[in-house]
């Protein structure tokens, strides 16, 4: 049987083609099975150990959950007539950082739901996907969600850490210096939560601020390529407010002069009452 070697030799090729596919574009692999509803893609390219850290399913490990995880996100988005637009990627340590728009359509209304998925991988074989975003677009409840990496040291450089910096102490005037005259921050419930320019950024972080104090954060993992910087955190305080540990990630985008020409915001940490 000559053709043997010949077919082993093809399924191997096609494996790797999966792998290299895999590791060019993890963010996007991911993407392709949520929207196929095909998770063979995923463990195709890792055939290791494939993980998932979701807003809404939790933590999704073994081939079994990832399968049943694929299926059931696949009909949920499918009911929302789900298209998703890029934002922006960030590459940098061996992740890949995805933002994307979600456009869905929610109880009859157009909604743009902003997401951003962190993939890793800890070898050739393995990837891990952590997903961050707000569930108020889609389900109109901010739920409080547990940490999903555990604080370590991350020292962040130039004008992302003063930024950091500021909003830690509550600093209002050194926010504001961050940013570039056209700079935005954008909350993590949609494009319409804009805040773009000096005045309307003073006017948010007054508000951010009114209640004694900064946001505390809790550093995890930085993920930083020059222009983009992607912040994976726990919440832990607002102003006098300490907070039970809260997972999100924030994206600061550098203009060429150095100044923040976007931070971009994704999480469900509610403010403390009399904020909101």
């Not at 930024?163 to 504001?176: I, S």
């Amino acid at each position: 049987m000559p053709w043997f070697p010949d077919f082993v030799s093809a399924v191997e090729l096609v494996r790797q083609q999966d792998r290299d596919r895999g590791r060019a574009d993890p963010v996007g692999q991911y993407f392709s099975a949520l929207n196929r509803g095909d998770p063979h893609v995923l463990e195709s390219a890792w055939p290791g150990r494939v993980v998932v850290y979701d807003p809404k399913a939790g933590e999704v490990r073994g081939h079994q959950a990832l399968r049943h995880f694929v299926h059931q996100n696949k009909a949920w988005l499918a009911g929302l007539g789900a298209r998703t637009e890029t934002v922006a990627a960030t590459q940098a340590g061996g992740r890949a950082v995805v933002e994307i728009l979600a456009h869905l359509t929610v109880r009859g209304q157009p909604v743009a739901w902003p997401i951003a998925v962190v993939a890793e991988m800890p070898d050739e074989l393995s990837v891990v996907f952590r997903t961050y975003c707000s569930q108020w677009p889609v389900d109109g409840r901010r739920p409080v969600r547990p940490p999903v990496l555990s604080p370590e040291p991350c020292p962040l450089p130039d004008v992302v850490g003063s930024f950091q910096a500021a909003l830690t102490k509550g600093d209002l005037e050194a926010v504001l210096a961050t940013f570039d005259p056209g700079g935005y921050y954008r909350e993590p419930i949609g494009p319409h939560a804009v805040h773009r320019g000096p005045s309307e950024l003073r006017s948010f972080f007054t508000r951010t601020f009114s209640d004694g104090g900064g946001i505390g954060l809790q550093d995890c993992a930085v993920t930083d390529d020059g222009v983009r910087c992607a912040l994976e955190y726990n919440c832990v305080r607002w102003g006098q407010h300490d907070l039970p540990p809260q997972a999100g990630l924030s994206v600061c985008e550098r203009d060429p002069g150095g100044q923040l020409a976007a931070v971009r915001v994704y999480d469900d940490v509610t403010p403390p009452a009399d904020l909101t």
